[in-house]
């Protein structure tokens, strides 16, 4: 009986039969199906998937004519994470000249708004030197991090220890109160930093803290969007459905909590993100078959009620990608084709 080679959820190499192939393949499709309440990957679909996973090939590739934008986060600490000390500048160029990026994204090291508004003004120097030396789209990026405003680092009471206690409406004032912060920070940094010539910002990781940090965001990118119309938005979700932390929160009359990419991007939409990244969560004890038929289920049902361009989150731990720092590239060229593929993505 043939064996396939494939790998786990967390990247740990293993063997299957066909028949496990498909099965896996199945049950990862109808799964995602039975949580978000969408259909799941019709025959054509799970075929295709199985002959991906069926090549013996250790890299696989998109078909000619079907190629994508890639665009990236926080690529002036990626490089670094390799023991490599070069500058910021120094790294979007590596991205785009040696690696192919279609857009750049400059960054801070502590990845969140908050932080990066005090030393905004250093950032502003950076982002134009960097313009000057490169030729792709250049964003700037951070997340929304609701949590940066709980005590003790930030200003608001700790939802996370009011909870315990009981007290659930004085936990969701907090969480109000913190979302009120957020906005300030993030439109602020928004602001300087197209102001000073980048090309878009991107809002990353959204919803990390549940749906008070998804509120945030899409009210800051409302506000930016009613000062700039034509500034580019890019907004990558953290997880594969909103987590309801305050649990109450609507936008444009819509609850936030439970809502899953097909659902969420339409609120993107409509506060005026350009570019939406969907996040589906790897299963660490589920094979790869299963998580990216599970994965792609979620983004191909994004994409089709999608009026912007999608770019799903692929990459340590989402979009059917092993939790793993550095990724295999037989699992994350194989999870690329088949999103890329069967989803009819604008990017990655």
């Known amino acids: 009986m043939?064996?396939?080679?494939?790998?786990?959820?967390?990247?740990?190499?293993?063997?299957?039969?066909?028949?496990?192939l498909m099965q896996d393949i199945e049950a990862g499709t109808e799964d995602a199906a039975e949580r978000a309440k969408i259909s799941p990957l019709g025959d054509a679909e799970i075929q295709h998937?199985?002959?991906?996973?069926e090549r013996p090939d250790k890299i696989?590739?998109?078909?000619?004519g079907k190629e994508v934008c890639m665009s990236y986060d926080g690529l002036a600490s990626k490089i670094k994470r390799a023991h490599i000390i070069i500058s910021k500048i120094q790294s979007l160029q590596i991205f785009e000249r040696a690696l192919g990026a279609d857009t750049l994204e400059l960054t801070h090291i502590d990845y969140s708004f908050?932080?990066?508004?005090?030393?905004?003004?250093?950032?502003?120097?950076?982002l134009e030197q960097a313009l000057l030396v490169t030729v792709a789209p250049l964003f700037y990026g951070a997340m929304p991090n609701l949590g940066l405003y709980?005590?003790?680092?930030?200003?608001?009471?700790?939802?996370a220890d009011l909870l315990p206690l009981g007290k659930i409406e004085e936990a969701r004032e907090a969480y109000l109160e913190a979302i009120?912060?957020?906005?300030?920070?993030?439109?602020?940094?928004?602001?300087?930093?197209?102001e000073s010539g980048a090309d878009g910002i991107n809002f990353d990781t959204v919803g990390a803290a549940g749906d008070a940090d998804f509120l945030a965001a899409l009210k800051a990118v409302e506000i930016l969007k009613q000062k700039y119309p034509d500034m580019g938005i890019e907004m990558?979700?953290?997880?594969?459905?909103?987590?309801?932390?305050?649990?109450?929160?609507?936008y444009d009359g819509v609850r936030l909590a439970g809502l899953y990419p097909h659902q969420a991007v339409k609120l993107a939409e409509k506060a005026g993100v350009t570019i939406f990244g969907p996040a589906v969560n790897i299963i660490t004890n589920q094979s790869l078959p299963f998580n990216i038929a599970r994965s792609v289920t979620f983004t191909k049902a994004c994409s089709e009620v999608s009026n912007i361009p999608i770019h799903a989150n692929l990459g340590m731990g989402v979009g059917g990608v092993p939790l793993s720092l550095t990724p295999p590239v037989d699992a994350l060229s194989?999870?690329?084709k088949a999103h890329v593929e069967i989803c009819r993505l604008d990017g990655l």
């Open 114 to 126: 908050k932080p990066v508004k005090p030393i905004v003004v250093f950032e502003k120097p950076i």
């Open 236 to 250: 990558g979700m953290a997880g594969e459905f909103v987590l309801g932390m305050h649990g109450g929160l609507t």
């Open 2 to 20: 043939k064996k396939i080679q494939t790998r786990m959820g967390d990247g740990f190499r293993i063997e299957m039969t066909e028949a496990e």
């Open 334 to 336: 194989r999870a690329s």
């Open 150 to 159: 709980s005590r003790p680092d930030g200003p608001c009471p700790n939802p």
């Open 60 to 64: 696989v590739g998109v078909e000619t």
């Open 180 to 194: 009120e912060y957020a906005i300030q920070d993030m439109v602020y940094v928004g602001t300087e930093m197209y």
């Open 49 to 53: 998937l199985f002959e991906i996973f």
